[in-house]
């Protein structure tokens, strides 16, 4: 076998090793949009063997094509497995596509000017100390290019935040606006080189050395606009979300004051009829001594139903709280689902009523949401206090499985917008209290919890 074989052969070698190591970083750069683990070893493995393919397939294809083909298959499969945030695939094929080959392209006048003084440097009569060198380069071009990609996408995750959120159509097309420019100028560069070699029979970059690094300039810019884009994009979607959170915000303070109206409506109620309570005294007694015992008894009914009316049908140790679950159980009766509640405000600690009340309002509300989907509609709201620790558990039936976001702690939906900002003031609250948020499912049952240190 003559020395060439052997380049020819450590050459395929190294492209493999490449193509593995791409697949990989492919793989981690789609992790954190993907629900479930499996899909990131499809990612990784479709991209591997479609890439093999063409690598070893008898028809020449340029790399640039290699990869666009290679994407496009993997993220293919990918939808189809995991039909989840279809249009953020999109986006994600067309990113992966982009910062493959602006890795390659950013590494490639560093990586010639290295080959120039090694092998470049070699005689040819040497041909072992140059196959050496060769094999030095080839692990130096693997190492650099991946290298390079990995800083990239670690850059991408943390400048793209909200990974798991639904992307629209529009968000769509806002992040893929430089996108195109940045491929026209890739093709026109490319064009270019194709007609000065057409015309001259020449390469642009052998005659002109600087061109290399231009094109290196270009690709450096381009994934400098890509990072640009992905924040614009991050923070139009917290200014959105800021949005919608005092939204909610303001509808459970006009939750609260909705509450608080209600008790001062029953408090005025009770004061009414204990400032008339004599009144009722002498009525009763006129009438039993005129011998009206049925009108009397009529009377005293009268009054009972008053005070019914003047009092909730929970007891929590706050009038707040006690107008919230009573709602809340008036409405669960109302849809025929089962309503328990051991829930007592705490005593002994120095805690905001606002903040328990949205947090117990929250809680229950998306309680109800869920187990309205279940066969046995439940729910059941405890408390209990050990020292200065105070919890509050929230159980309901619920027949799907829960799917908890691994960033937020919270659950995942397909809900598209304002979905979760209940949870998260939940959250949000417990956090103010040097407390903690947890959600777990046990077969049909969802069970949420809330621990808070109470400040003496």
Request: aromatic content about 12%; some cysteine; proline content about 2%.
């Amino acid at each position: 076998m003559d020395m060439e074989k052997y380049w020819d052969i450590v050459n395929l070698a190294f492209r493999i090793i490449n193509l593995l190591v791409n697949a990989i970083l492919v793989g981690t750069f789609v992790k954190p949009f993907l629900r479930e683990k499996r899909n990131q070893h499809v990612v990784m493995a479709s991209f591997l063997l479609s890439m093999i393919v063409l690598l070893i397939m008898p028809y020449e294809i340029s790399s640039s094509a290699a990869y666009g083909i290679g994407v496009l298959i993997t993220f293919l499969l990918c939808v189809i497995t995991d039909r989840y945030n279809k249009l953020q695939k999109i986006f994600l094929a067309v990113s992966a596509y982009l910062i493959l080959w602006i890795a390659s392209g950013i590494i490639n006048e560093p990586w010639n000017q290295i080959w120039m003084l090694t092998v470049g440097k070699i005689p040819a009569e040497r041909d072992g100390l140059q196959f050496v060198a060769f094999i030095f380069m080839e692990v130096l071009f693997v190492v650099f290019e991946n290298t390079v990609l990995y800083l990239m996408i670690r850059l991408l995750h943390r400048v793209y935040k909200n990974k798991m959120e639904i992307m629209s159509g529009k968000e769509l097309f806002l992040l893929l606006s430089p996108y195109l420019s940045i491929v026209s100028g890739y093709w026109v560069i490319q064009f270019l080189t194709s007609v000065y070699e057409m015309d001259t029979s020449f390469y642009l970059w052998n005659e002109h050395t600087w061109y290399r690094g231009l094109v290196s300039a270009y690709q450096i810019l381009s994934f400098a606009a890509i990072v640009t884009g992905v924040m614009s994009y991050g923070w139009i979607k917290e200014s959105e979300e800021d949005r919608l959170q005092r939204a909610v915000l303001a509808g459970q303070i006009k939750d609260m004051k909705d509450h608080v109206d209600k008790v001062e409506g029953l408090y005025q109620g009770i004061r009414s009829i204990k400032h008339d309570i004599n009144n009722h005294i002498m009525v009763l007694e006129d009438l039993v001594a005129s011998g009206n015992g049925k009108v009397a008894k009529e009377y005293l009914e009268d009054m009972r139903k008053d005070f019914d009316d003047s009092n909730l049908s929970v007891k929590t140790g706050n009038p707040v709280t006690d107008v919230i679950i009573s709602e809340k159980q008036k409405d669960a009766l109302d849809s025929g689902m089962e309503f328990q509640s051991k829930f007592v405000f705490p005593n002994n600690g120095n805690i905001s009523t606002y903040d328990i009340s949205v947090v117990l309002g929250n809680m229950i509300t998306n309680a109800f949401e869920a187990a309205q989907k279940s066969e046995r509609k439940k729910i059941i709201v405890s408390s209990a206090m050990k020292d200065q620790i105070y919890f509050i558990e929230v159980k309901n039936s619920f027949d799907g499985v829960l799917s908890i976001d691994d960033v937020t702690g919270l659950p995942k939906s397909d809900k598209e917008q304002g979905h979760g900002y209940g949870l998260r003031n939940v959250k949000k609250v417990a956090e103010k209290y040097f407390g903690t948020l947890e959600i777990s499912q046990n077969k049909g049952e969802v069970r949420t919890t809330v621990m808070m240190i109470m400040p003496s």
